[in-house]
């Protein structure tokens, strides 16, 4: 696992856009995992204007979303969908026709995540999955006690995660559906390379277990530590709870060139 701790004068998401622009680089058609909330919208911001000032294109990139909300209105300002639309595909020329999300609407919930399952698949894999991390320590909406071997399903989400996400929704908790469906531990970590943002006081427990703890189904994200290739952008709010912060911030430092 590569932890970055940016300083105050770095912005977490311009170095995940890095990352993503030279990926994109490499393989113009290269396939994206889409997340929502605060983490990513610095990420989409810088790559907006990536796009904007021609020195990147996503016209040929694939994106698949995370996560969607159960029952929203096809029309809702907060359905996934929307939002993503919203921060990322109006703001750049990723084609909309290129980016799927699983269908919270869908009659039949277990056809629709198969289904979406096998979208991934025949797109042949997401070759870089953005991340958040919520409070308690969920990746996607795999909420503590999800299976570490899971795959795209209903979940059930949180009292805390509600709250959480109240703020999109004019504070009103019970305006927040109690059901999403998100892609699992397992789908998720099949992506090539992972990239996770987190940012603020808020996160430093859950980064702490992260990247520090025993891997955990109480802590879900914690099985990114077995992943080969995960980077972890932090600001120092949220790294606050490292024991090894400055070993990461000398690893950073002394990197070669050729790992730059």
Not at 70 to 79: F, I, K, N, S
Not at 135 to 155: M, Y
């Amino acid at each position: 696992m590569d932890v970055i701790i940016t300083s105050e004068h770095e912005n977490p998401g311009s170095i995940a856009a890095d990352a993503i622009a030279r990926l994109v680089d490499r393989q113009p058609d290269a396939v994206l995992g889409l997340a929502t909330g605060s983490s990513p919208l610095s990420i989409y911001a810088d790559l907006a204007d990536r796009v904007a000032a021609g020195t990147l294109s996503l016209a040929r990139v694939r994106g698949f979303m995370l996560d969607e909300y159960v029952g929203l209105p096809a029309d809702h300002p907060e359905r996934y969908r929307n939002v993503i639309d919203r921060d990322l595909v109006s703001r750049t020329d990723l084609d909309p026709a290129l980016v799927q999300g699983p269908d919270g609407l869908a009659a039949d919930i277990p056809a629709a995540c198969a289904a979406y399952e096998d979208a991934i698949h025949d797109a042949g894999g997401v070759d870089l999955q953005i991340l958040g991390i919520g409070a308690d320590g969920h990746i996607g909406f795999n909420e503590p006690g999800s299976s570490l071997g899971s795959r795209t399903r209903i979940k059930t989400l949180t009292r805390q995660t509600r709250e959480d996400n109240a703020r999109f929704f004019d504070g009103d908790i019970d305006a927040v559906p109690a059901h999403c469906l998100t892609q699992g531990i397992a789908t998720i970590m099949e992506a090539r390379r992972i990239v996770l943002v987190a940012v603020g006081q808020g996160k430093a427990e859950a980064v702490h277990h992260l990247v520090e703890g025993s891997i955990s189904a109480l802590w879900p994200a914690t099985v990114l530590q077995m992943h080969p290739a995960v980077t972890v952008i932090l600001d120092a709010a949220s790294a606050s709870r490292l024991q090894l912060a400055e070993y990461y911030r000398q690893t950073r430092a002394g990197r070669p060139a050729w790992q730059q």
